[in-house]
């Protein structure tokens, strides 16, 4: 599903602040596999995550989504496979839009958004439907800004949005960082419900040991922007969760 | 009565520029200097093509065309060129005084015995009224085609630009495209604005567009204080205030005339009362904590 080969980024390129990101990483993700990426800060993982999606192209490599070459295509043109829940719930929601219109873009993520008025009852109430499954009873305020919801049912809202249209590909980049405990293992089971129910194919970044040993049937650890351990279903089912905390030691 | 009058009409031409600059605060949040200039643009196309006799259809494709462009032309400064926005419509606004003055020739273009929109149609033998009935009726077209154009889905999607960028993108929209689009609508209504007011003040002059900006801007500030008050999530509503919030300014312009302010002060006090307008929630914020 997704092929990245030998992929490098750098930042601020022969100046004192030079950065080299992401320094020739090579994955291929099949398709309907969770892929957990690990690493300290500055390992590259987000820089990763940002190529994966197009907010951000490569210096130099290739990235291939379901066969296609999109190495140099802008992440909006992107938005056919991929849908991205992001590590700040304010950047994947519109404060000022309610919940029904956001919703409504979400269901045109992979189309042209047109001249016609899309928002009807039907649509309403298969928008109701969809939130009514959280059991938050945000149902009933569909009308309301996104702006006035908490971070936690922003990001249950996000994860949601992105299965209103097409998905093959679920980013999410630290999605519970900004969230309090309860709020986060919501957001983390809402998540794991839905790709599952899916079949998507996503990679999860977090600094979350417990969550990084508990979701996903594939586990990367990186390290000074390379691919340092990369643990399949079976390797990761013989991991202890101290292992991973040895990681870090 | 008739100064009150003139007031209200003053305002519902006004009310198609706070349109546009509600458009462009909606999508950048910040003011779009090029107002100053597609106002007078506006001005001018329709001086240049009533004196020269021509139909109302083909003056207002022209003057929406105009003013559609020298947004545009904002827009992929601020984009393309990576400009700051502001500095993109200040440029642009400072062509806009060569462009103006060269297609006009002058500084003035006198449009007193030209039939204009104003005369073609008779709605009431009371002149000044009927401009204002005629005024209603365009005001409210507009606002029909702009309120039906952002609760489609391409204008949630303009809605969204200014509000969550990064979210926009990744539900697949060209920010770029959508910010050049609209600043284009935007400039259009502007222009609009100066089609309307040119006519009813019976003249085209070169600095009729000076700080216009402002009072676009203190229109659509007055709106969105309203707007946050009640808060208000209508479309039609947001829209309704923000004309409203045009004829609220031209009222307050007037009474300052009106209490005996020399006229030379006049835009200090347009400066003020907007100061005064974007202050005054956030004081009595202070106060209540």
Known sequence: MIDIKNVHKTFHTGKANQVNAVNGVTLHINSGEFVVIVGANGSGKTTLLDMVAGSVLPGSGNINIDGKDVTKLQDYKR??????????????????????????????????????????????????????????????????????????????????????????????????????????????????????????????????????????????????????????????????????????? | MDFYLTTLVQGLCLSSIALGIYISMKIFNIPDITTDGSYTLGAVVTAILLTHHQPVYIILTAVIFGGGIAGAITGIIHTKLKINALLAGILVMTALYSVNLGLMGRSNIPLLNVSSLFTLIN????????????????????????????KTDFGIAMRATGNSESMIRALGVNTDRMKITGLAIANALTALGGYLFCQVQGFTDISMGIGIVIIGLGSVIIAESIINWLRITSVWISLALVIMGAIIF??????????????????AVTAIFVLLIVSLPRISLKNSR
Not at chain 1, 175 to 204: C, E, F, G, N
């Open chain 1, 79 to 249: 938005s056919a496979w991929i849908a991205r829940v992001f590590q700040n719930p304010v950047s994947g929601t519109a404060s000022e839009l309610s919940i029904l219109d956001n919703f409504r873009l979400a269901a045109i993520r992979t189309q042209a958004k047109g001249l016609t008025i899309g928002i009807n009852e039907t649509f309403k109430n298969q928008v109701r439907e969809r939130i009514s499954t959280l059991g938050m009873g945000l149902e009933n305020k569909i009308g309301q800004p996104m702006g006035t919801l908490s971070g936690g049912q922003r990001q249950a809202l996000t994860l949601l949005m992105s299965v209103m249209d097409n998905c093959k590909i679920l980013l999410l980049d630290e999605p519970t960082a900004a969230l309090d405990p309860k709020s986060a293992q919501i957001v983390m089971k809402t998540a794991d419900d839905l790709i599952s129910h899916y079949r998507l194919t996503a990679i999860l970044i977090t600094h979350n040991l417990k969550d990084a040993f508990t979701y996903g049937n594939r586990l990367i650890l990186m390290g000074e922007g390379q691919v340092a351990k990369d643990l399949d279903t079976a390797q990761k089912s013989l991991l202890k969760q101290n292992d991973l905390f040895d990681w870090f030691g």
């Open chain 2, 123 to 150: 709605i009431s033998a009371d002149p000044n009224i009927n401009t204002f009935w005629i005024l209603v009726i365009f005001v409210v077209i507009i606002t029909a085609i702009i309120g039906y154009l952002l």
């Open chain 2, 250 to 267: 031209q009222l307050v312009v007037a009474i300052t005339l009106d209490i005996g302010v020399d006229p030379i002060y006049l835009k």
